[in-house]
């Protein structure tokens, strides 16, 4: 025991040592040196935070006040909204504490409200197909443009990226006219079917196949494996990065989903969530909350775990082809 | 500059052997698409082709027709929806939001960025700025019912102040509401964008600006901001798509016909779309896409001459 303890406090003086070395090799500008620079950082640094800090108040209080107010009961709400609903004389009293704190919205939500459910599994029964036919046809599109050589390529990838560039209002006249003729019109696939075919995910994941190096394809070839095999054993775990971004991006954009549905679906019971929440009325506001704060949780849970991948997806969208 | 350079490259050879080695084509090139790897590329590109470019065709060529015989009527359409108000009012608003909002996202988020760089909590800031992407628009809604309307919390808090209120979603303050919105929405994403700019700035020469003596604004000014102007031309377009999306929150928040000011493109073609008239509709979407490709083009030409 003794013997351990020694150890340590030699240990510690090395790494005091080295540190001590380590800080005379740093050069150092003369400017350093003075006191008042140190101070006058460290200001700057603490006046940078403050201002981040104020500014961040606005990004978190609407969640914020999401959430507390979905547990007042609903006698509270409905004086708390009074002055909105009515729009009449009166002026609106926020308070973040409730006074009868109570789970009832969320059990209401849960237990009484089917059609909550049917329109929760629209959701995501909606997003996950999307995705999953991303993943089956636009990964294996952004492979081709990645790792083949073929005449007629640069073409098609503009042609790729000017379609990514185009806003929804452009493509909603051509996609109806495709989904009516063949019948799908007012079904959940009309809302889908498009989606799969977008080209951005394409996009998104030739950009991390294309840092691939083409020898390594090269070295597979020349040892015989198929185009598949190697697309399976080098493309998908060395482009994974890339694919999980795409789906990351994609999830957060599908489950707020809104113009497609808005104008393929007619029929109420096959809407998603985003369409379904603010049908609510206002004077059922407890009920409105608590189906907002359900909705929430599942993107903020993507957003928790796949933050990195977000990240890495913006950087990659922003590099200029 | 040079990082674009480098990708244009990437993106034309693609990192395969440069251009003079073309020529040798073996077994594994041989200039066309094999059977095998052409079905990796056929279900996407039949796909785009049945929802998207076909039907694309359809449309434009319907863009010459009348709506209902299907007649040939040359630019009818084009001259209809260009004597449209509703048309015009759209086109108006959503050139204002667009000229008023992207310079204003991208200035506030290049300060924000540079705030967050300075930091020692890069990580934490950025997700904290992040996370108004992940909250979906839906839920946001009546809290921002709750804020705006005629009697809601920032009147309150203006009354308090002594302002006298606005009925911010029933007057031109309207825009405003849109603005905000679309800044609350976007600005992680474009802040996301500028730190990949600002950490590719070489710190060499940074460190000999100050050595040099340069104060913190010119090292800014002579030395960050010209090797940040690349990410500028790819800042606006993805921020100019991304303003697109600003319909969600104005939608849900004000409906189908919201105030003057808040009337954007995409609730003229929603309202055209629930009305069945396709040949404006028709029109006005070649009309945008052609504006939208055309621009964004013109964009690159520009930035290509200007490096």
Known sequence: MNVFFLNIQKFKQTIKQEWNDNMKIIPISTVHHKAWFRIRTFFRRLSCNITLGILAIPVFLPVMMVMCASIKSGNELTTLLAPVVNSGAGEIQWNFFSLYPTGGHFFRLLFYTPEFFTVFWNSMKIVFLILLGQLFIGIPAAWAFAAFRFRGKNILFLLYLCLMLLPFQVTMLPSYVMLNSIHLMNTQAAVILPAVFSTFPVFLTYRSFCEIPQELLEAARMDGAGEGSIFLALGLPLGSGGILSALVLGFLDYWNMMEQPLAFLQDKTLWPLSLYLPEIDIAHAGRALAASVITLIPATFVFALGQDYLEQGIAASGIKE | MKSYRKFRCNYRSNGNPPRSDRTHRSKIYNGRLSQSRALFLLPSLTGVSVFVLFPFGDVAKRSFQTAMTKKFCGIANYTTIFHNQAFLLAVTNTARFVVVGIPLLLVLSLLLALMIDGS???????????FPMAIP????????????????????????????????????????????????????????????????VSVERKEAAKVDGASRLQCFLYVVLPELTPMVFTITVLSFLNSFKVFREAYLVAGAYPQQKMYLLQHLFNNWFTNLEMDKIAAAGVCIAAVFLIGVFALQRLWDRQE
């Open chain 2, 120 to 130: 020692p909590f890069v990580q934490g800031w950025k997700s904290v700025y992040l």
């Open chain 2, 137 to 200: 628009t839906a839920t946001m809604v009546l809290i921002w019912k709750l804020l705006f309307s005629g009697n809601g919390l920032l009147n309150g808090l203006l009354r308090k102040r002594g302002v006298p209120p606005t009925d911010w979603l029933g007057s031109d303050a309207s825009f405003v509401v849109l603005v905000f919105s679309y800044l609350w929405k976007n600005m992680g994403y474009t802040i996301v964008l500028w730190m990949t700019g600002l950490r590719s």
